[in-house]
């Protein structure tokens, strides 16, 4: 006789208090501006949230430059480089900046970092929109670095002055290994104060660990641009347990569930609860209605919107 089927529900998942910031930020500057509101980039790396402001006349760009001269604009959580917000003075845009304040901090200690003339070894993915800010502010001196494999192949002095700094969404144990060999690797090397990955992050890594172990499956809910989702899947996969992303309900497979009876699953940090309830009610039709919850951490932390928006919002 087979196992009784189940859900192991991780807490914490979905939104973390960097996109609730963000999400709202985008509110409150539709109540104060009106529609349509600019918006470089995603304002979060979720499909879902940003159909939904699409809806309300939020106009998602790819540029400042594409924004009308003299118009709001608001910049993601993922934050900007120096030369967006230069391109923004001289386009006369009013910037409403709803950068995550934990990348924030990332781009004060590559600022340092740069005025001490090291060698910036910035771990991070390519391309992707938050390794693009912090880049800018330093691109004279800053490298990135993606696999253990890259740091091993640097092509720099051992006694070069070096700091490393790490996307704030990437996998702990993959940036861990990376910051073994940097350490191994050179003499003078500084890093950030505190780990740059995020709380949030990591919180929603640790539940993915937690619930493997007793799972015959884990789904994270989460788009596919999403790192910090993409990382939770590798998590699992890494643990030897089946994994897999589901952006919505839609793109659910049933074939997943063949011989499964414990189905793990949690939400990266810009995907909203609503995509979890529907994998619940999708997963309930397949006889999965047992739900146990896993939570590892308690998260209170709670990142405000600019004030001047706030106070806007409540004279109107």
Known sequence: MGRKKKVILAEPRSFCAGVRRA???????????????YVRKEIVHNHYVVRQLERRGVLFVDSEEDVPEGAVCVFSAHGVSPQVRSNARARRLEVIDATCPLVSKVHQEAKRFAREERTLLLV???????VEGTFGHAPDRTLIVETVEDAERLDLPADTPVAYLTQTTLSVDETRDIVEVLRRRFTDLRGPGTDDICFASQNRQDAVKQVVPRSDLMLVVGSRNSSNSLRMVEVA????????LVPDVTEFDESW???VSVVG???GASAPEILVDQVLERLADFGYRDIEIEQVAQEDVVFHPPTHLIDTAKAG
């Open 265 to 267: 699953l949690s939400a």
């Open 124 to 130: 991070g993915h390519a391309g992707h929109e938050e």
């Open 257 to 259: 569930l063949e011989g």
């Open 23 to 37: 999400i709202s930020i985008i509110e409150l500057a539709l109540e104060r501006h009106g529609a349509p509101l």
């Open 237 to 244: 996969r890494r643990l030897g347990v089946p994994a897999h």
